[in-house]
Nanobody
């Protein structure tokens, strides 16, 4: 049974940093990524990384502030976020799929989702 468990969310002041983690179990050779959904908005693609970690893509809207990486065990990915602002407030979801295009949010329905972790940027 595949399970994705996110952690690391919380309350942070504008300009601060957070690192989100997503630990996957029950899967191998999957591309993984991060999406977010702010209140009243559609889910938005943030970043993706392939199984080996060689291919990474970060959405232009957060490029330069957010970095995606994969742990040595490969079943854990991270989203390092810096210079956070109030527009980054959202529930952040981890996703996994065999198809790279799906994890990029380009095509089709993603196979596995985590339960989400909330990030609130506020004074």
């Amino acid at each position: 049974q595949v399970q994705l468990v996110e952690s690391g969310g919380g309350l942070v002041q504008p300009g601060g940093s957070l690192r989100l983690s997503c630990e996957a179990s029950g899967l191998s050779d999957y591309s993984m990524g991060w999406f977010r959904q702010a209140p009243g908005k559609d889910r938005e693609f943030i970043a993706a990384i392939n199984w080996g970690g060689e291919a990474r893509y970060v959405a232009p809207s957060v490029e330069g502030r957010f970095t995606i990486s994969r742990g040595n065990a490969k079943n854990t990915i991270f989203l390092q976020m810096k210079s956070l602002n109030v527009e980054d407030t959202a529930v952040y979801y981890c996703a996994a799929d065999k198809a790279w295009a799906k994890v990029l949010g380009i095509r089709g329905n993603i196979e596995h989702w985590g339960q989400g972790t909330r990030v609130t940027v506020s004074t």
